[in-house]
Nanobody, 127 residues
Framework: QVQLVESGGGLVQAGGSLRLSCAASGYVASTYAMGWFRQAPGKEREVVAAISWNGRNTYYVDSVKGRFTISRDNAKNTGYLQMNSLKPEDTAVYYC????????????????????WGQGTQVTVSS
């Protein structure tokens, strides 16, 4: 069993930056791919970024490429999402997710590929 807790959300002006953290606890040795998703009001949850267990393979949705960076520190059992040049369209609740099966190279991109989720952290970008 794995527990995930996000932190780092908040209110920021357009063009600003935020760094989200996702701390994992429990049977952390079983966490393989990790990802960040977001859900805006009236919209379905979408993948933002994903990273493989070995940290070498990453995926970004087109709208955040060049602005967001996903990373993980397995020694600290923590994942990160560095968000730069934020836009109002980035406003959403951001969730971290973990997948406790698979390979150490796979970047899961769909919600159904993850079996553990955090509570979410609100990110609001003002214009």
């Amino acid at each position: 069993q794995v527990q995930l807790v996000e932190s780092g959300g908040g209110l920021v002006q357009a063009g600003g930056s935020l760094r989200l953290s996702c701390a994992a606890s429990g049977y952390v040795a079983s966490t393989y791919a990790m990802g960040w998703f977001r859900q805006a009001p009236g919209k379905e949850r979408e993948v933002v970024a994903a990273i493989s267990w070995n940290g070498r393979n990453t995926y970004y949705v087109d709208s955040v490429k060049g602005r967001f960076t996903i990373s993980r520190d397995n020694a600290k059992n923590t994942g990160y999402l560095q968000m730069n040049s934020l836009k109002p369209e980035d406003t959403a609740v951001y969730y971290c997710a973990a997948r406790t099966y698979g390979s150490d190279w796979y970047t899961a991109r769909a919600t159904h590929e993850y079996n553990y989720w955090g509570q979410g952290t609100q990110v609001t970008v003002s214009s």
